[in-house]
């Protein structure tokens, strides 16, 4: 198994945007699905963002479609988030998870296999004061 870095996260004020990115290590990169997760404080991590990097299909939860967008770098071997006008609410830990079991479909089927997934990178931090 391979190994996963998020960055890009931060401290923004409402309104604003940030950029996460997760480089992989260790993968067959085209043959991944990669998803983002998200944990606010006192709830439970939720996977909102996936993207199947053979056919490049993505998907994000209908609530976030407006504001936040997945994509990858097939050359970097990266998959990033950007997250525009965000709110209070978008506070939490942002996580990338990989799964080399389900890719070549489509991102809907990443989102399914996916979403009870158990193993992330470390994590990185969003911070939205209002």
């Known amino acids: 198994q391979g190994q996963l870095a998020e960055s890009g996260g931060g401290s923004v004020q409402a309104g604003g945007s940030l950029r996460l990115s997760c480089r992989t290590h260790?993968?067959?990169?085209?043959?991944?699905?990669m998803g983002w997760f998200r944990q606010a404080p006192g709830k439970e991590r939720e996977l909102i963002a996936t993207i199947d990097t053979a056919g490049g299909s993505d998907y994000v939860i209908d609530s976030l479609a407006p504001r936040f967008t997945i994509s990858q770098d097939r050359a970097k071997e990266t998959t990033s988030l950007q997250m525009n006008f965000l709110r209070s609410e978008d506070s939490g830990i942002y996580y990338c998870a990989a799964d080399a079991n389900s890719w070549g479909r489509s991102a809907r089927y990443c989102y399914e296999s996916l979403r009870d997934f158990n193993s992330w990178g470390q994590g990185t931090q969003v911070t939205v004061s209002s």
């Open positions: 260790g993968y067959i990169y085209r043959h991944l699905c």
